[in-house]
């Protein structure tokens, strides 16, 4: 038994060995076969538990080969070549047989056989032009390493391991690259990789994803021991995949200092007023939707020449930087802040979903910066005045932003310093009119007056329906509302999970009565809002919906915006996509292309498709930048697997361009209107399917 479990222990230790393409093979003390991996079991036969000799192995073959394991169980390293007979026939193998040792004794002989070309000179070479290769890779500084068609490490140099210090013990010939990055998550090998296990396993499938398909960019990494590397990787026409590890730090670290020196105020550590200019002009001619609103804010320290005459410059040296500590923790990482010069500081602040917002901002930010500062061990309450221009409604340009900001800093300390004013005199009357909005907008969800309307989707290529979009009417007072003005001031007053419901309701109704009358109408597209994936049980509710209309998920297709991708609570919401996705239902990103990260979400979320945003089809005919965007979008999405919807068709033109690039769906005007009236809906229905004329 102890034989055994010896014999156990060593063929444990060579299971790694079984999908190497060379005969591997190990006999223990007695000249018996104890282990032998596929392809040497393919060339011989299954030997183990016998002797070369009690097998159908010709005999003098046979006496050679327990002759040279005598040798090698006596300690010998034996290496010979010869013809070999074979299952398959006679080969030329280069053999070499070395002792393994346990405790310092011998216990068993390890055995490898590389089957050669006819000719033994040709490959001599071969092996000693791999045996150049290898000494060519180690004298590199780059780190290098090449795996298989099975992902399994085949080539590395010592650069490889030494920059992936923690992952060392687990980069070996046969390893997977895998197994090689799990190891390295748990040693906290990848800075970026996240903190929690679903960060980590999102890390891992990005990873390796990009490994499996490299991109044509480089990837970037960043090392626990602070050194950069640039990682380039490519598939090779044989199915390996080489990649190349390159130390970049001093470059990284000098463009770090290049671009502290060029962007950043050298008292405060803010940027400075060239690097805020640049920031402004970016948002303003960008298409991130969560650019389209926001807030310039400018503010200086009132009485500040006081304070240097005084206490002198060091103690306002030391005032403006806590203002500038103060304006950090008070404000998010993505706002730039900025000290223009003296003591006036600028803000610049995106992604306001309502202008009332920018109240709240201003409230708190004034509140923070005045609190009382410890100057050379007297307390000094400094007053802050600010002036606010909002865009796009004070102006879309930096120089227009800058003047009105400045005129309303202008008439704060018109009225007594130390407070906030915004440039519109009027936004009191906008909250007022948000206020009724949200009165009668629940008087309306009470009532049950809230509509739906369906504009009909069709397949580009044969022009037959294929399902409607299901888009939100409601008029208040005689007068049609906005869906985007009243679905935000519902998110605002925490009415959206109620308004998303009625309208799933009646999109519902709508789409059951459809296949209760015998028609088609294929899917419905419903747009979901922040409220409803932030709430954990928003997909047994949205299951109950359809329950109650004897509807499935393949009726209704989930549109999402990246402005909903980009909430704070990311991570319920992406759950809720998951439990969405596993129940079975479809998620289109809708408005794609103007978003913050786009191409992130796409591999991020469990997205089934995108919809082009209108304002790239609008000019599609004409050639331009945008017919060379949209037919990315389309080549991109289709390479992922996805389908493309194209909305906002309004011309028989931007249809034919949109037909002859391959996109899969399409809506606008030029195909129908979104309507309300059945009537409408049936005779759509009964049309003879075809492109729009």
């Given at each position: 038994m102890a034989v055994q479990a010896?014999?156990?222990?060593?063929?444990?230790?060579?299971?790694?060995?079984?999908d190497l393409p060379h005969g591997v093979w190990v006999v223990d003390r007695s000249g018996c076969y104890i282990y032998q991996n596929r392809a040497d079991r393919?060339?011989?036969?299954?030997?183990?538990?016998?002797?070369?000799?009690?097998?159908?192995?010709?005999?003098?073959?046979?006496?050679?080969?327990?002759?040279?394991?005598?040798?090698?169980?006596?300690?010998?390293?034996?290496?010979?070549?010869?013809?070999v007979a074979t299952r398959q026939g006679l080969s030329y193998f280069d053999t070499t047989l070395v002792p393994v040792q346990q405790k310092g004794r011998i216990v068993a002989a390890l055995g490898l056989a590389i089957n050669n070309d006819p000719w033994v000179a040709a490959q001599r070479e071969a092996e000693d032009a791999r045996a150049l290769l290898d000494d060519v890779i180690e004298t590199i500084p780059d780190a290098i390493a090449a795996y298989d068609a099975n992902d399994r490490l085949i080539l590395f140099n010592a650069?490889?391991?030494?920059?992936?210090?923690?992952?060392?013990?687990?980069?070996?010939?046969?390893?997977?690259?895998?197994?090689?990055?799990?190891?390295?998550?748990?040693?906290?090998?990848?800075?970026?990789?996240?903190?929690?296990?679903?960060?980590?396993?999102?890390?891992?499938r990005r990873r390796l994803s990009a490994h499996l398909s490299?991109?044509?960019?480089?990837?970037?990494?960043?090392?626990?021991?602070?050194?950069?590397?640039?990682?380039?990787?490519?598939?090779?026409?044989?199915?390996?995949?080489?990649?190349?590890?390159?130390?970049?730090?001093?470059?990284?670290?000098?463009?770090?200092?290049?671009?502290?020196?060029?962007?950043?105020?050298?008292?405060?550590?803010?940027?400075?007023?060239?690097?805020?200019?640049?920031?402004?002009?970016?948002?303003?001619?960008?298409?991130?939707?969560?650019?389209?609103?926001?807030?310039?804010?400018?503010?200086?320290?009132?009485?500040?020449?006081?304070?240097?005459?005084?206490?002198?410059?060091?103690?306002?040296?030391?005032?403006?930087?806590?203002?500038?500590?103060?304006?950090?923790?008070?404000?998010?990482?993505?706002?730039?802040?900025?000290?223009?010069?003296?003591?006036?500081?600028?803000?610049?602040?995106?992604?306001?979903?309502?202008?009332?917002?920018?109240?709240?901002?201003?409230?708190?930010?004034?509140?923070?910066?005045?609190?009382?500062?410890?100057?050379?061990?007297?307390l000094l309450r400094p007053g802050v005045s600010m002036g606010i221009a909002l865009f796009p409604r004070d102006g879309m340009t930096a120089t227009d932003l800058f003047k009105n900001?400045?005129?309303?800093?202008?008439?704060?300390?018109?009225?007594?310093?130390?407070?906030?004013?915004?440039?519109?005199?009027?936004?009191?009357?906008?909250?007022?009119?948000?206020?009724?909005?949200?009165?009668?907008?629940?008087?309306?969800?009470?009532?049950?007056?809230?509509?739906?309307?369906?504009?009909p989707v069709i397949d580009v290529r044969s022009g037959a329906h294929v399902g409607f979009e299901a888009l939100a009417r409601w008029t208040c007072n005689g007068t049609p509302v906005s869906p985007a003005?009243?679905?935000?001031?519902?998110?605002?007053?925490?009415?959206?999970?109620?308004?998303?419901?009625?309208?799933?309701?009646?999109?519902?109704?709508?789409?059951?009565?459809?296949?209760?009358?015998?028609?088609?109408?294929?899917?419905?597209?419903?747009n979901l809002e922040t409220t409803q994936l932030k709430c954990t049980s928003f997909p047994d509710m949205l299951m109950e919906t359809l329950g109650r209309f004897g509807l499935r998920p393949a009726h209704i297709e989930l549109e999402i915006t990246e402005n909903t991708l980009l909430d704070r609570s990311i991570d319920q919401i992406t759950r809720t996509l998951h439990d969405l996705r596993d129940l079975g239902f479809r998620f289109i990103l809708d408005d794609f292309g103007t978003?913050?990260?786009?191409?992130?979400?796409?591999?991020?979320?469990?997205v089934s498709g995108i919809k082009i945003d209108r304002s790239f089809i609008m000019n599609i005919q004409d050639g331009g930048q945008d017919a060379v965007i949209v037919r990315a979008m389309v080549e991109l999405a289709h390479g992922l697997g996805m389908s493309v919807v194209a909305e906002g068709v309004e011309t028989a033109e931007q249809y034919a361009?949109?037909?002859?690039?391959?996109?899969?769906?399409?809506?606008?005007?030029?195909?129908?209107?979104?309507?309300m009236d059945p009537d409408a809906i049936h005779a759509w229905l009964a049309r003879t399917p075809g492109p729009p004329g």
């Open positions: 010896l014999n156990d222990d060593i063929v444990e230790n060579y299971r790694a060995m079984d393919e060339a011989f036969g299954d030997l183990r538990g016998s002797r070369p000799d009690q097998s159908w192995i010709p005999g003098d073959q046979a006496c050679e080969w327990l002759r040279a394991h005598d040798r090698a169980l006596a300690g010998e390293t034996v290496r010979y070549t010869r013809k650069a490889y391991k030494k920059l992936y210090a923690l992952s060392s013990p687990a980069i070996r010939i046969g390893a997977r690259f895998e197994d090689i990055l799990r190891y390295g998550l748990a040693a906290g090998q990848y800075l970026d990789a996240g903190e929690t296990s679903e960060d980590h396993e999102e890390w891992l490299p991109p044509p960019t480089a990837l970037i990494q960043q090392l626990p021991n602070g050194r950069w590397l640039h990682v380039r990787e490519r598939c090779s026409a044989s199915g390996n995949i080489v990649g190349v590890r390159t130390d970049v730090t001093a470059l990284k670290d000098a463009e770090a200092v290049i671009r502290r020196t060029a962007e950043t105020d050298a008292l405060t550590g803010l940027a400075n007023r060239a690097l805020m200019l640049d920031a402004l002009n970016t948002v303003l001619r960008g298409q991130r939707t969560g650019d389209r609103s926001g807030a310039l804010f400018m503010l200086d320290i009132d009485h500040f020449k006081t304070i240097n005459d005084t206490l002198g410059h060091a103690a306002g040296d030391q005032v403006l930087r806590t203002m500038a500590d103060r304006l950090r923790k008070a404000l998010r990482a993505e706002d730039t802040i900025a000290r223009l010069g003296g003591d006036e500081f600028a803000v610049l602040a995106t992604g306001f979903a309502q202008e009332d917002a920018c109240a709240v901002v201003a409230r708190n930010l004034h509140r923070a910066l005045t609190e009382e500062i410890n100057i050379q061990g007297r900001a400045d005129t309303a800093l202008y008439r704060t300390k018109e009225n007594g310093r130390n407070g906030w004013t915004l440039f519109n005199q009027d936004l009191g009357e906008r909250l007022r009119r948000r206020a009724q909005m949200r009165e009668d907008l629940a008087d309306a969800m009470m009532l049950g007056t809230i509509g739906t309307a369906f504009q003005e009243f679905v935000a001031v519902a998110e605002d007053a925490g009415m959206g999970l109620a308004l998303g419901q009625a309208i799933l309701d009646r999109t519902c109704a709508k789409l059951a009565g459809l296949i209760a009358e015998g028609l088609d109408p294929g899917f419905a597209a419903v978003g913050y990260a786009s191409l992130t979400h796409l591999k991020q979320f469990p361009f949109l037909r002859s690039i391959g996109c899969d769906l399409a809506q606008g005007y030029h195909i129908c209107r979104p309507t």
